[in-house]
């Protein structure tokens, strides 16, 4: 999953950025709104986490204009100002939550995948394909109900061929989305996660298979007869 975190402050966006990597996310850190802007016109988010008050301007009548554009992404707004007032206003400005800052990490990480959870944008929390078992929320991984623990990278691989079961997922496709802007990506570092998602699905016993498309990206395929990729 992949998190847009727009905050002014360094030390509170880097001790995010490392907890929610450990956790399973891809961070893109952002200190302006300008620069937040670009971003958005580049990628696509799960969640917005968004500062009140930033260098070029106020979080919250930017968060107004992106409900005016048609954004529906989840976001949730934080500052310092925790008055009444204030939490009304950003309630009323299309934020789904509101945490005071200083900001508790374990709070935030929550307070996300409840927002997450209430999402339309999933509606499925679990995704199922043959004998594979996969929450996008709690970034857990199974197989006939045993814990398959992967790597972060190898489970956001994992995601984007599920979200596509039995259809090619062209390459650019999983570059784009997997790495934040800041990660230090190697020119080989998709061949390699996809290798290492491979023996893990070997290992594990699944049903499952990743499929080479020469030059053009990898299908996540069933071993013998297709069954459905299923939600629930």
Known sequence: MRILLVDQDAAFVRAAKKTLFVRGFAVDLIST????????SCASYHILLLELALPDGNGLDWLKQLRREGYSMPAMMMSSLSDLETRIAIFNGGADDFLPKPVSIDELIARMRAILRRSTQL????????NLHFDPIGRQVSVDGRPL???RREVCILEHLLSRAGRTVPRALLEESLYAFDDEVSTNALE???YRLRTHLSKSGTTLRIKTARGV????????DPLPCRHT
Do not use: C, Q, S
């Open 192 to 194: 390699v996660g996809i």
């Open 149 to 151: 623990r992967i790597a």
């Open 123 to 130: 509606t499925a929390p679990v995704i199922t394909f043959g």
């Open 217 to 224: 990206g990898y299908a996540l395929e069933l071993k013998n």
């Open 33 to 40: 709104l300008d620069e937040a802007e670009t971003a958005l």
